[in-house]
């Protein structure tokens, strides 16, 4: 077992991506995806298993990749959304309560993620915690980067419903 | 930490960085563990077996109805006697390549984009048994536009299908109950779609199946007649019967003391060996028997001073030790155990099901090494099954599959009211066009309200306009020329045909904030003559079909306190009233078709249709209703790329429409020319149906500050008619859409020309 200490959010691309084994691939960015999953899920066993199926993913098509960087971290922001997505049929149903920690603290806002729609939530954390600009983000989503200054704008605006309710 | 993007307003910023030091906080507190690379490999093993115990799982999560109604009736003993078995082999399973890690995606290989299978529905059974839906057992296969159910079998009234299960054949057994009380009732084996299913039991309990050697069985146990006998009054010998289904021939395979109390729980296969479980209120008995019925020397029982309940067993992954689920009556606690036959290595994992009030329905499966475990759950609204996976080795973990749930109010239905309503499927079946008859027998009001009309701009183009004006259908000439048609308060939506035939729907909603609303009568009026075309729909477009003038017409499903429906499209032969079916649509929470075009060669056309769920969701079809493959820049699913694109702008952000050559794709995506929205922008994007390329895009200013904005599209010639409307809100406080006047955009050079009627739901004309 390794424990991860490496604090840096977001892995950049590297040109020589592809030539890296698997394993090295592993090391380098299981810790880090699991730290956005758990942000963008804020479940750590979930976040764990997101990226664990990535990896399993990008393990079978591995050999025909040529930024297997890139192919996991979508394949995690799509596990993420697939999870938020399997959330929304409860919240439909049993909507989340509110935030527990203290108001207008940032832990709050963290908090508030969890009421907002499931591409809103995943802009703002792309953008804010992985500090991604729009037009990555955009790649990840399959979307045109004017959406995602959409999404995070209204995101932003359901931030501060919750802060002023 | 400012972000990398720019320019934001500064509030914005702020608030942004505020949010990332929160998320980072809380993700920073929590360290991470690295597996050894091996497990990146074993990881690959578990999602394989997780999905061959999730197909499993699928059938016993379902077993709702029937366990509703034993659940009632047993709650005060305890004696839970509704085992499932399951057992769905490796080879009825979707080959991993096929599974998403995003459901919204496909698998190409390169493209990090994930996959999503796509079988088409066919009268074969391609998919999994995932649902008893009410009272009708349901195959659920995915396809491109949706999820789509194909119906099975529908109990009729007052049937509660209790238990299924899907062998690898494809060929599916379940029991159905004359009473939602009764712990056995008739077994069928169903092959295919339509097909009469073969009775293997009039009063049974449906054990188990499993292929053998190439030979599909299943296992029923027989059980007497007790009369009017109390528990514990009487006991009779009961036979568990192994079928061929083949031939439906059956051999007596274990017979057994059949009381009030004790049934056959379950059966299950590994090789050649057949694990029977007896439940009774002694405690359960397991014994394991070869393929032939012929004890092979192991038996086991729970001590009857355990202090504990037991349910369901299944061999381990050797077959040489077996699990069973297990509660403590003294504290209520849960475990899974696991052993071997010789009663070495007893295992033992403590589970919780998060959130249980109730008494929990289990079932296991086991495969690889991985158990899921089907609870279910109740609290104050909501009955579901929570899949718990437990790993021998390690523990246990909670997963809340939210896709299974289920409304507790529809399941009280079931058990509530043995003949509640008539089966789903009579919403199937083609609707049968009313008579024509004098229009004055359809007591329309005639117009209402003011209809002096404020003309100043017209319309430029060579086809009417038909709407929605207060409650009056108008049509909007190009020469200016405003006729009003109609008028009822009941009329939601109207179409003109190019016979001159009027569709309206007629509902006892408002008219107006009903456009997209509730089902509602479909009526078809020519000269002085009218007649139904739907009971329950509602208009979906109109056009012409290899010459002939149709239109399209979506059935409502009766509605049963269920979550989804399955319903027809239809297309109406407005001359003839023959209608056939082109496409389905669930309804509820996935799946609605708004609107279909018409377009491309008119002796082979091609359709298209616009529909919602989760996502908006368009499809191609020809008009056999079968699906077409459209070039697609991105990964050929039908639009939804793009359309996701507009998701979380406007509910009607996305609406694609077709051209009337059938050639071109547009789509309309509302942008804000600034972060906030306030002045928003209607992109209008097309894309050449064959070739996948993106054509130029009009933007065209909705000239509208409200957020909330929705659009519609629709063509005639070169000539787009994009409508406007926004949530607005009655004196109730409700959200209701309220209309601005369309704009009709001019294709070749994209002038805009905002007319000067406001109306809901303005469509051309023919």
Redesign the interface.
Known sequence: MILETDPQPVVETEPAEAALSVDDLWRREYPVLVKLARALVDSPDRAEEIVQDAFAHTLRRYDKLTNPGGYLRTSVVNGARGELRKREVRRRIKPPTSPTSTPASDEYLADALAGLSPKRRIVLVLRFYADMPDKEIAEHLGVRPATVRSLAARGLSDLREVIER | ?S???TPHNRD?DE??????????????N????????D???R??RQ?TNRRRALAGAAVGAFLLLGGIGLASLNSDDNAINQDTVDSVPDDSLPA??SL??????NDN??D???PDDSPAISGELTGNVTGLIEKSLFVRSSILEGIADVELYTAAPGEVLSEALQLADGSILVEVHDDPFAGAGRVLHLTEPGAEPTELASFGDLAGGAVVDGVPYAWVGDVPDFGDALPGEDQMTGNLRRIDLRDHSSIDFVEFAYSIESSVGSVDVHGTRVLVSITSEAGPTWRVLDIEGVYAGVSAELDADAGANAWGARFDEEGDGFLWIQQNLADGTYQLVGGNFDGTDEVTVPFAPSEASGQPNLSLQADGGLIAVNVEVFDD??RYTETIWLDLQGGA?NE????E?I?LQAAQTAADNPDPSPPPSESLDLVEIGAWQPLADLGLDGPKGSLAFDITVPIPTDTALVGVVDTNVVRYDPNGTVTTLLGDPDISAARIAADGSVLIQLSNQPAVTNARGSATEVIQIRGDEFRVLSSDGRINGVGIVDGKTVGFVGDFPLFDSQETETADLRMVDLDTGDSSVIGEQVFG?EWLIYEAFVGGDPSNPVILLDGAG?QPLWAYRDIDGNLLELASP?DGRYGV?WA??????GPDADRPALSSDGTTLYWV?V??SD???LTPTAVIHSMDVATGEEGPTIEVSLGFTEIALSTDLTISGDELLLTRSFDGVDQDGNYVPEYLAPIVVELTTGEATTLSVVGADWHFAG
């Open positions: 930490m972000s990398p993007n914005d608030l942004g960085a505020a949010l990332g030091r929160g998320v980072r906080n809380r993700v920073d929590i360290p991470t563990i690295t597996p050894g690379f497990g990146v490999e990881r690959a999602i991993d390549d998403p890690a995003d459901d919204d995606s290989t390169d990090p984009t994930p609204q909501l973990s809340v599959e939210p896709g749930v409304f929470i989760y991105t790329d996701n694109e507009v998701d979380g702008i995506e942008e804000a972060p906030s929205l």
